[in-house]
């Protein structure tokens, strides 16, 4: 990676500004932990040992590259999921969701010594995972108490499921003492997600959960895990991200992410690499012209395509640039929709919507089929390229969409 520079491992703090992991970091942040706090004691009638918080993302550009070895340039939202948790010595897990449907059940108890993958269990899979991670990797952890209240928004491809993950890791890390930085519990909570829930994600939205800076993007390479914050601040520019939650659920453990991952996989093999990241973006029209089938050909397309589109958004933020992002991002979306086709008719109606009614540019981020799509917007034209998104939604009998501006955020911290 062009320019890399690895910034000290510390998981959650912010540059520039003299805070140090494990601070609160500002009113907001207090004030979730006060909440989580009393939950967890209403719940366990005791104090917890601490509260954690670790955001969701959303990906500004390089999508279906993370598995590829490629890169990816994503950034951490203000939504969070925040972590109440004592350490427990007696192997019990109990874990609890705010926002769980009371039909469940409530505390779900589970034994640490008898995680097993696969084993199901809904929600409680992704931070009973981690446990199975951690202790699979030798890490004593010996039971906790969990109570998890999450502000990211589920199924809308903003990485609902790696916050949930990285902040029962960042807990038990800190608990347990385990020592590990934040890739490192980036690295073990994408292993719980693999292994335990059975979903074949790669590790961008576990590393962005744990590792985003506020004001930045984190350009990572997937491939060794170096990283560099590149500044991104919209508003300085007077422009603005928004994120638009089509409300179309999407599920990642139903195949068709597992099918774009083996069909990457097979046009490595053909193309006689270990991974699509070895294929030169100047090298790209050769590489097509010796694979056979049209599926395989299109999916490296994405992929190759997709890796030189992040550097050259790189480019153009470290130039300042930020307006001429716009552009990037909707070829993208067209490689997304029409090579990969993992876009949805309401992904696609976001996008012309948006840019018909003067966006720089837009795409779906995320995993696709539903989800979520970015859109760059000059500050004074946000309301009307919301409206006009809104809009065509309302004409074609759609439930109406949710857009916010994508402030960029912190990454995984304690609160208290």
């Known amino acids: 990676m062009s320019g890399t520079e690895t910034e000290p491992v510390t998981t959650g703090a912010r540059p520039g500004t003299g805070t140090e992991p494990g601070t609160v970091t500002g009113a907001g942040d207090a004030a979730a932990a006060e909440k989580v706090a009393a939950q967890f004691r209403e719940l366990y009638g005791t104090e917890p040992d601490g509260v954690w918080a670790a955001p969701g993302r959303v990906n500004l550009i390089g999508e279906y590259t993370d598995f590829n070895d490629g890169f990816v340039m994503p950034l951490a939202l203000p939504h969070t999921a925040v972590a109440a948790v004592t350490r427990r010595t007696d192997g019990v897990l109990r874990f609890h969701s705010a926002e769980a449907d009371p039909a469940s059940g409530g505390v779900v108890r589970l034994d640490a010594a008898d995680l097993t993958p696969g084993q199901g269990g809904g929600w409680a899979a992704y931070p009973a995972g981690v446990v199975w991670a951690l202790r699979a990797a030798g890490h004593a952890v010996t039971g906790a108490d969990v109570h998890l209240s999450a ?40 292993r719980a997600e693999n292994d335990f829930v059975g ?177 760059l917007t000059e500050a004074d034209a946000a309301d009307a390229v919301a409206a006009a998104v809104e809009e065509a939604f309302a004409a074609r009998g759609l439930r109406p969409p949710r857009i916010f501006p994508a402030v960029p955020s912190a990454g995984a911290r304690r609160l208290r």
């Open 151 to 190: 502000t990211v928004p589920t199924g809308a491809g903003l990485s609902s499921s790696a916050a949930l993950e990285v902040v029962t890791a960042l807990a038990l890390n800190d608990l347990f003492g385990l020592g590990l930085s934040g890739p490192e519990l980036a690295v073990l909570a994408q």
């Open 199 to 375: 979903v074949p994600c790669g590790v961008m939205d576990q590393m962005a959960s744990a590792c985003c800076a506020e004001g930045h993007v984190l350009h990572l390479d997937t491939r060794d895990l170096t990283r560099r914050q590149v500044r991104f601040d919209p508003a300085a520019h007077g422009l603005r991200l928004l994120v638009v939650d089509t409300r179309v659920r999407h599920a990642l453990g139903d195949g068709a992410y597992a099918e774009r991952r083996a069909g990457c996989e097979a046009g490595a093999r053909a193309l006689g690499v270990r991974t699509l990241r070895e294929v030169p973006h100047e090298e790209l029209a050769g590489a097509l012209a010796r694979l056979d089938d049209p599926t395989v050909r299109a999916y490296v397309r994405h992929v190759v395509a997709d890796n030189h589109r992040v550097a050259r958004t790189v480019a153009l933020l470290d130039a300042d640039d930020v307006r001429a992002v716009g552009p990037v991002l909707t070829e993208g979306h067209a490689s997304l929709r029409d090579d990969l086709r993992v876009s949805c008719p309401e992904l696609d109606l976001v996008v012309s919507a948006a840019c018909a009614a003067g966006a720089l540019g837009a795409r779906m981020t995320g995993g696709g089929f539903g989800g979520s799509a970015v859109v």
